[in-house]
């Protein structure tokens, strides 16, 4: 199995700028997450879907945030303006449990966004 | 929400040694779990321990669970170079809804000296 995939690798954009950010996760997995880590902050959980569906996105900054998963091998995160305080590492996870804390969870690489 | 916040917040230890991380959280849990993170990598789950387990073993890792004091700790007996990295708790939180989820501490950046 390759794992949890995140793209791109690398983002650098301007000010006001959309961004993208994609995941695939494991196949059979049925939980994804999307973190974002940044020094001050460290990680902090965005948003989580369960069998496609989005069950926590309390920790979405604002509205210029938002998450799909349109299908069980696929998720984006969209940012809308961007800006220079989204700057930061984005992860998907996934997991194969229902509910997020008996089991663990599988991180992508990341996706290291620079809003200038 | 509740976190768990490790202690120290760096660790450098000489290759052999012993190193030993902290963590500490707020409310009552159903489990804990340590993860890895390599500079500029994904997080890697190392141990799950769960609220009725004191102890559990991995390699060379040890992970303890207190409940009564709110406190995990993280054992890596004769560390190598090759363990150089942030280790993090996580423990599970109630969200909207009441569904659990996953929240990180801060992580101790751990160097092993060759």
């Known amino acids: 199995d390759a794992g949890v995939i995140q793209s791109p690798r690398h983002e650098v954009t301007e000010m006001g700028q959309e961004v993208t950010l994609r995941c695939k996760p494991i196949s059979g997995h049925n939980s994804l997450f999307w973190y974002r880590q940044t020094m001050m902050r460290g990680l902090e959980l965005l948003i989580y879907?369960?069998?496609?569906?989005?069950?926590?996105d309390s920790g979405m900054p604002e509205d210029r945030f938002s998450a799909k998963m349109p299908n069980a091998s696929f998720s984006t995160l969209k940012i809308q303006p961007s800006e220079p305080r989204d700057s930061a590492v984005y992860f998907c996870?996934?997991?194969?449990?229902?509910?997020?804390?008996?089991?663990?969870?599988?991180f992508g690489s990341g996706t290291q966004l620079s809003v200038l | 929400s509740q976190q768990g916040e490790e202690d120290p917040q760096a660790l450098s230890i000489q290759e052999g040694e012993n190193a030993t991380m902290n963590c500490s959280y707020k409310t009552s849990i159903n489990n804990l779990q340590w993860y890895r993170q390599n500079s500029g990598r994904g997080l890697v789950h190392l141990i799950l321990?769960?609220?009725?387990?004191r102890e559990k073993h991995s390699g060379r890792l040890r992970v303890t669970l207190d409940t009564s004091k709110k406190s995990s700790s993280l054992l890596i007996t004769a560390s190598r170079a090759a363990d150089t990295a942030s280790y993090f708790c996580a423990t599970d939180s109630l969200s909207q809804g009441g569904s659990e989820k996953l929240v990180f501490g801060k992580g101790t950046k751990l160097t092993v000296n060759p």
């Open positions: 321990i769960r609220s009725n387990e």
């Open positions: 996870a996934s997991s194969g449990a229902y509910g997020t804390t008996n089991e663990k969870l599988f």
């Open positions: 879907f369960n069998n496609n569906v989005p069950i926590d």
